[in-house]
């Protein structure tokens, strides 16, 4: 079956304009999390959805949102990008993100802000 | 809040070495266990997990990795590397009831040298 999908894989933006990425799950996941990944920081929790419900959020600033559609698919969103936004955005799915589920991750949106 | 720290941030190793990466995070609770692989180019892809049980976790490839309690440690191992093992090796912990909000260490990115 199709894995994590992530749309789109690479983009170039700049410093105060908005991006949204998009992440469609393996079919039949109901969960799905998104993820930093930076040189820097390795890898930071952004938040992850369950049945259009946010459910859990790490600490990041209100400027990146995100939301969950009736099909599972997800969208995350930075507003007003800064330099520092640069990063690899993963996103991850499982059946229902309990522990005992395997998270299957996609090969990331790659976000360069200048 | 859960961190997790290992110790080698690059590692080069000769093909047959044996390879040990270090990992230990810091709840003190019930916690899942994990060693995701990013090989060059492609996504994260799990190595192996441990949940409950035997200590000793064998997962893809080879490698294994035993969960120490009393030193909140979950090491990885391979007896012997190949070259195509080269790639960055993450410890990542998930906190129970923290649905998928992994906690990721910095990663240790492995050369192998044939």
């Known amino acids: 079956k199709a894995g994590v999908t992530q749309t789109p894989r690479y983009l170039i933006k700049t410093r105060g304009q908005q991006v949204t990425l998009s992440c469609s799950p393996i079919?039949?996941?109901?969960?799905v999390s998104w993820y930093q990944q930076t040189p820097g920081q390795g890898l930071q929790f952004l938040f992850e959805?369950?049945?259009?419900?946010?459910?859990n959020k790490g600490n990041f600033p209100g400027r990146f949102s995100g939301r969950q559609f009736s099909n599972s698919r997800s969208e995350m969103n930075v507003s007003t990008l800064e330099l520092g936004d640069s990063a690899l955005y993963l996103c991850?799915?499982?059946?229902?993100?309990?522990?005992?589920?395997?998270?299957?991750f996609g090969e990331g949106s790659w976000l360069t802000v200048v | 809040a859960q961190s997790v720290s290992q110790h080698n941030h690059h590692v080069i190793l000769s093909e047959a070495a044996s390879l040990e990466l270090g990992c230990n995070y810091s709840?003190?609770?019930?916690?899942?266990l994990f060693w995701y692989v990013q090989y060059p180019g492609q996504h994260l892809q799990l190595l192996l997990k441990?949940?409950?049980?035997?200590?000793l976790v064998k997962g893809i490839k080879g490698f294994e990795a035993e969960f120490i309690k009393s030193k909140f440690s979950f090491n990885l191992r391979k007896p012997s590397v190949q070259w195509s093992d080269t790639a960055e090796y993450f410890c990542?912990?998930?906190?129970?009831?923290?649905?998928?909000?992994?906690?990721f260490g910095i990663g240790t990115k492995l050369q192998v040298i044939p």
């Open positions: 991850a799915s499982s059946l229902d993100g309990d522990p005992g589920n395997t998270i299957y």
């Open positions: 990542a912990v998930l906190n129970s009831g923290g649905y998928q909000k992994v906690t």
């Open positions: 441990y949940f409950s049980g035997d200590p």
């Open positions: 959805y369950f049945s259009e419900t946010q459910r």
């Open positions: 079919s039949g996941h109901r969960s």
């Open positions: 709840y003190g609770g019930t916690v899942n």
